[in-house]
């Protein structure tokens, strides 16, 4: 775990610094690369970021959310919007699909990241850099 997000950490700011491209929050790569076998998992957690991220354009109509607001926004409506889903799935469904949200603030970064790019570049950038964190991280593993 350590290694991938140790790994992870200078992939998202090497392709920030090249490309001009965040991949959705400079820690946001390195923990989907651990759930790279859980694709269920990045799913869900991809939800509750546009979940958020419909949350903040629907409060900004009303509200002046920009900069540190808006980062605090989406940051608390993704914290919020996977303890939802933790407490109301299970009682919904009662499934054995796990489909929990990949920590508190991972939604958040990667929906500020949506509002501050096109959601296709942001994307584009998220999938590259989890790409290529996995690939080294697996490869770290084999030596």
């Known amino acids: 775990m ?3 997000i140790l790994i992870g950490l200078p992939v998202a700011l090497l ?9 959705g929050g400079l820690i946001v790569p390195a923990f989907l690369a651990l759930y790279v076998e859980q694709p269920v ?9 546009f979940a958020a991220l419909g949350l903040y354009r629907v409060a900004a109509r009303y509200v ?5 607001r808006r980062f605090i926004f989406l940051l608390l409506a993704g914290a919020m919007i996977g303890q939802a889903w933790l407490l109301l799935w299970p009682r919904l469904i009662p499934a054995t699909v796990d489909l929990r949200v990949i920590g508190w603030i991972i939604p958040g970064l990667l929906a500020n990241n949506l509002a501050r790019q096109k959601i296709g570049r942001t994307l584009a950038g998220l ?5 290529l964190t996995y690939a080294l991280a697996k490869l770290v593993a084999l030596l």
């Open 2 to 4: 350590l290694t991938t």
């Open 15 to 23: 392709m920030a610094e090249l490309t001009g491209v965040l991949p």
């Open 127 to 131: 999938a590259a850099a989890t790409g």
């Open 41 to 49: 998992r990045i799913a869900t957690t991809l939800a509750a970021a």
């Open 64 to 68: 002046l959310l920009f900069g540190r």
